[in-house]
């Protein structure tokens, strides 16, 4: 019963690669994120969807591309892989208004996805 | 968007209450104070939200004064498991709003010793 879950946990590969990170959210959220956290530790948005509509895209190669199936699902793919690439992913999800609708959205994430570019 | 001031670390001892304060001097009337929690390798985890005078929960307790500049997230008698980044967000609702809620600081890393 993970609220927001993502796959794979770990993903190394080589550059130049075309790799995958699925992100699925079972809390009925109207909202979905991506968040790239670097060695520094720093957290930063990339990605937002909004009823499978694209309403945030901050500066990000565009070998990045964002998927939106359905409300429940948010994957990222990317496109030639570079060493400046490796960092841990993360995927969230967010009702407006927080938990009761009220105040400020909150954000539910998932695990990570720790990515390893050789 | 609201930026966002906080220590960068603070050490403390099991049982002891943990203050942590956050600086946000332009933070717009229709923006809410919220703080997340990070351990390493997770992913952050929301503690709390307020807009002004107090709120409390079953995790913590946020104190916001009058002004609204300022905000301090009070951890009670805290122990090693509290050990984390405490990240403090100005802002409103994100879809259509001032999306400060996005943005996480650098966050003040808090120890807990024994």
């Known amino acids: 019963d993970t609220a927001v879950s993502q796959t794979p946990k770990y993903l190394v590969t080589q550059m130049g690669n075309d790799k995958s990170i699925k992100c699925e959210q079972n809390?009925?959220?109207?909202?979905m994120y991506w968040y790239k956290q670097d060695s520094k530790k720093f957290l930063k948005i990339m990605f937002s969807?909004?009823?499978?509509?694209?309403?945030i895209n901050e500066t990000v190669p565009n070998r990045f591309s964002p998927k939106s199936p359905d409300k429940a699902h948010l994957n990222l793919h990317i496109n030639s892989l570079e060493l400046g690439d490796s960092a841990v992913y993360f995927c969230?999800?967010?009702?407006?208004?927080?938990?009761?609708?009220?105040?400020?959205?909150?954000?539910?994430f998932g695990p990570g996805t720790r990515l390893t570019v050789l | 968007l609201a930026k966002t001031t906080q220590p960068v670390s603070m050490d403390s001892y099991e049982g002891q209450e943990v203050n942590i304060t956050c600086s946000h001097n332009?933070?717009?009337?229709?923006?809410?104070i919220t703080w997340y929690q990070q351990f390493p390798s997770q992913g952050p985890r929301f503690i709390i939200q307020?807009?002004?005078t107090k709120v409390t929960n079953e995790v913590a307790s946020l104190f916001i004064p009058a002004d609204r500049k300022s905000s301090t997230l009070s951890l009670p008698r805290v122990s090693l498991s509290d050990t984390a980044v405490y990240y403090c967000?100005?802002?409103?609702?994100?879809?259509?709003?001032?999306?400060?809620?996005?943005?996480f600081g650098k966050g003040t890393k808090l120890s807990v010793k024994p």
């Open positions: 969230a999800s967010s009702h407006p208004g927080g938990r009761n609708r009220m105040g400020a959205d909150t954000q539910y």
């Open positions: 809390l009925g959220h109207d909202t």
């Open positions: 969807y909004n009823n499978k509509e694209l309403i």
């Open positions: 332009n933070i717009a009337t229709n923006d809410y």
């Open positions: 307020g807009y002004k």
């Open positions: 967000l100005v802002g409103g609702m994100n879809y259509g709003g001032s999306q400060g809620n996005l943005i």
